[in-house]
Every structure is written in structure tokens, then in C-alpha cells.
């Protein structure tokens, strides 16, 4: 039951093949309450789920209208209850989605190439497809919110477990880290100012701003599209960015500024309401041989520092550490296990690059700063702290109780969901086409099916 209602992933994809090939005759396939799938539809996620590199077995087109079906089930209740998502919502959607096949594709004249289509015209098509898909995954959260688990909850679920069933818990660690990014100074910088400003000029002069962006842009979510980054709102973008696009208007290009991702240069296309329409040209100003030697520097202090006992490692953290994620809870790295964050990370989950500095550590010990360039091209140096290793085990509640608890209330929030459906089932008319009636993935919807 948990994978057919789970339809957030699924459900939710962008559907990359709008060209599969029709059948010259469509048909109904199946009849939900008063909800329709055509065979178009069916062979649309069909093409769309072969695309996405999965196997071609035997029942995925079973599996493929059973996830149907369930979406179908919950928008018709979201319906009777209410449940609707705002336009805002979709539009950030459908804009975050386009943007991730543009990047498969290459680019949007690629993607545009591929559909036969514009951008425009693809939107609107899929939009009524992800507006029902966040409806239904809204609904389900609202079947399942608010279930929680009590402690003696916890301790029945444990115990349904037999001794030699309990799972085995690997090696896991708690590490916490200062990041430090070099500064670069006014005189520094200048340099990758005026490179931008020099790229602004060719703009206003005639260039075309998408072929530059393309030809220069050094950000990799954008670049390849011209520089563009689809709809966004005031909370997505950083404060300076935000500034200028909602003060410009639609074809106007801002001047030379700067954010903490380096030089930026946008221009608007489009102004929706609270969202805008923009693209822009990035350049990353570049760590110097002189501003990592001043860092480095300021590293070694607070190293001293920390091991002195004149500052704990969570106080340096929050003073010091340039990464956001974690400098507010004493600098400790999370992990994330399905929907939930825990300091403590699976051995094979740890970093490789932190693992080699890490493994030769004591508990409670700090590093020495450590040289290290980050996934966005940033050099800089961290010191980390180690500050506990808990040796592989099987699964007790006094070392493992959160992750016990987690999957005692997705048990509950399943079990929550199962007599949700069942009863809506029985209640609803249901009709499934003879080609697809005997899929042991429909049984459940067949079984006294309602005349």
C-alpha cells in the first residue's frame, strides 16, 4: 500500500516524452467516481517512465495505472474536502521543473527541439498535470498529518521485531565543522568587476545578453539557457539579486552587483504579479594565493583558540563558520534519512574526504585546518571536530530510539492511509477496461467492484 500511494516522486515527474506515438483510436481505461484515464494518458507516462531509463517489465503498465487510479482517489476527495494548492504553487512547480529538463537536454532550444514545441506551449500542457498531482499529494498529507507516536508505541514496535530480525546499525559518526572561505579585498575583486561590466557594455550595445550568458556565465544552472532562470518570487533569490529584479522593468539590465555567489549582471523578461522573469551572467570572482594565506591564518587562530579552552568548537562555529546549514547547530553535519535530520552519519555516508581526515581522530578531538575546495569550486579550510563514533550494533532502543520511532509512525501513517483508501474504495464506482482487469497490481480496485 505504501508504494501505491506514495505519489509524490512518480506522480510528480515532468513528462519528458509528450511525443509518444497514439494509438489512431483512444479509449477509456478506466472509470474512477466520475473521473476518466484514457489510454492516451496511460501510454503518456508509459513513454515517460521508459525514458527515465526504467525496464520495460512485464506489468509496469499495471503499476503505471494503479498509480493513476490512486491520484484519481485523491483528488476527488481533495475535491469534497477542499484541498486546493494556489497558482503561485504550481507556477513555482512547473518552473522548477522545466528548468531540470532543460538542464538534461542541453539547454532550451534543445528541449524546445526535442518537443517540437515551445517552452510556452509545453507549460501550459503539463501544468494542468501538476496542479493534480500537488492537489493529491496534499491530500495524503492531510490523511496522514498530525499521527504521531507514543513512547510505549515505540517500545510495541520494537518488540514485534524477533532477536535475530533486529537490524544491524553500522558504524555511524557525529562530526561537527568549521568552514572558512577566503576574502578577497577590494583591489582583488576589481579585476572580475570590470570583466562583467566590460560583458554589460556589449549588451547594451546590441549583443545578444543569452549568447554572452551562454559564452561567459560561470553559473552552471543557467548558463547553458542563455543565462535563464525562469519565474522566481522574493524569497528565492539572494537579498541583492531580489533587489533588482523587482525593480527593473521587462527588458531593462541592471548594473554590475554583487552577491555572495560572485558578480552578477540580470536582465528582465517578464514581471507576473510577484514573480519575475530573469536571466543573468555570473561571474566568480577567484580565491588569490595571498587571500588563502590570510585565511589560513585566521583558521590556525581559532584552531588555537578552541584548544586553548578560551572557545568551544560550537561558539567558533556560530562566530566563524561560513556555512549556513550548520553554523547554528555547533557546526554539526546532517544527515538525512528519509524525512529526517540526525547528526549521526552512516560510515559509508560520510564524506570520503572527510572520512580520511576523520578516521585516524579520537573522540572529542579537533583537527588541525584542512585544505579543501567545495562542490561549488571554493577553495578554503575546516577544522573538524569528531565528536563521537558509535561502533556497529544491532538495533537496541538506548542507542537507536529515533530511528525506531521514525519507522513506528510511518508504520502507523501507512496503516492510516490503508483504511483510508479501502473505505473510499468501497465507496466509489470503479470500472477498470478488460485489457487491464486481470493485473494482479488492480486487484485491489477490482475486488466487489461497485455495479
Known amino acids: 500500500m505504501k508504494k501505491v500511494l506514495l505519489i509524490a516522486g512518480g506522480l510528480l515527474c515532468l513528462f519528458l516524452n509528450v511525443q509518444a506515438q497514439k494509438k489512431n483510436i483512444d479509449k477509456v481505461v478506466a472509470v474512477l467516481g466520475n473521473n476518466i484515464i484514457l489510454l492516451s494518458e ?3 507516462q508509459y513513454a515517460q517512465y521508459l525514458n527515465s531509463g526504467n525496464p520495460n517489465t512485464e506489468n509496469v503498465r499495471c503499476y503505471i495505472l494503479q498509480q493513476m487510479l490512486v491520484q484519481k482517489l485523491l483528488k476527488q476527495q481533495a475535491e469534497i474536502d477542499s484541498v486546493v494548492v494556489d497558482d503561485k504553487q504550481v507556477d513555482d512547480e512547473v518552473d522548477r521543473r522545466m528548468r531540470m529538463s532543460m538542464n538534461r537536454a542541453g539547454g532550451q532550444e534543445r528541449l524546445e527541439q526535442f518537443l517540437n514545441k515551445s517552452i510556452l506551449q509545453y507549460k501550459d500542457e503539463i501544468r494542468p498535470d501538476i496542479k493534480d498531482a500537488l492537489i493529491a499529494n496534499k491530500m495524503q498529507q492531510k490523511i496522514t498529518d498530525g499521527i504521531s507516536v507514543t513512547p510505549l508505541e515505540v517500545q510495541k514496535y520494537f518488540n514485534s521485531y524477533k532477536t535475530d530480525s533486529l537490524p544491524d546499525i553500522p558504524t555511524e559518526y557525529e562530526v561537527g565543522e568549521i ?12 579585476k572580475y568587476f570590470d570583466k562583467l561590466d566590460a560583458i554589460r557594455l556589449r549588451v547594451k550595445s546590441g549583443e545578444d545578453f543569452g549568447f554572452l550568458a551562454k559564452t561567459y556565465s560561470e553559473d552552471p544552472g543557467s548558463a547553458a539557457d542563455g543565462g535563464d532562470l525562469g519565474f522566481f518570487d522574493r524569497m528565492q533569490m539572494a537579498k541583492e539579486f531580489t533587489a533588482w529584479a523587482f525593480k527593473l522593468k521587462p527588458g ?10 560572485g558578480y552578477h549582471v540580470l536582465q528582465v523578461i517578464e ?6 522573469h530573469a536571466r543573468h551572467i555570473l561571474i566568480r570572482p577567484q580565491t588569490t594565493p595571498q587571500s588563502l594565506d590570510r585565511i589560513k591564518l585566521h583558521a590556525d587562530s581559532i584552531y588555537r583558540n578552541i584548544n586553548a579552552k578560551k572557545l568551544t568548537f560550537s561558539t567558533a562555529a556560530s562566530l566563524y563558520s561560513d556555512n549556513k546549514e550548520t553554523k547554528y547547530n555547533g557546526g554539526m553535519i546532517l544527515s538525512y534519512e528519509n524525512s529526517t535530520r540526525t547528526t549521526f552519519i552512516p560510515a559509508d555516508k560520510v564524506d570520503p574526504k572527510v572520512f580520511l581526515v576523520i578516521d585516524t581522530m579520537k573522540v572529542g578531538e579537533i583537527s588541525q585546518p584542512v585544505f579543501f575546495t567545495g562542490a561549488d569550486g571554493k577553495d578554503g579550510y575546516k577544522i573538524f571536530l569528531l565528536k563521537s563514533k558509535v561502533p556497529p550494533h544491532k538495533g537496541n532502543l538506548e542507542q537507536d530510539y529515533a530511528k525506531f520511532k521514525e519507522k513506528a509512525q510511518e508504520q502507523k501513517m501507512d496503516k492510516t492511509l490503508s483504511e483510508w483508501f479501502e473505505k473510499r474504495r468501497e465507496n466509489t464506482y470503479i470500472r477498470i477496461d478488460n485489457d487491464y482487469i486481470s493485473c494482479n497490481e488492480l ?6 467492484l461497485k455495479k
Open 42 to 44: 496511460l501510454n503518456q
Open 179 to 190: 568552514v572558512l572561505h577566503p576574502e578577497l579585498t577590494k583591489a582583488e575583486k576589481q
Open 252 to 261: 531593462e539590465i541592471s548594473p554590475v552587483f554583487e552577491t555572495e555567489f
Open 271 to 276: 514581471r507576473r504579479g510577484e514573480q519575475v
Open 443 to 448: 486487484k485491489i480496485w477490482t475486488k466487489n
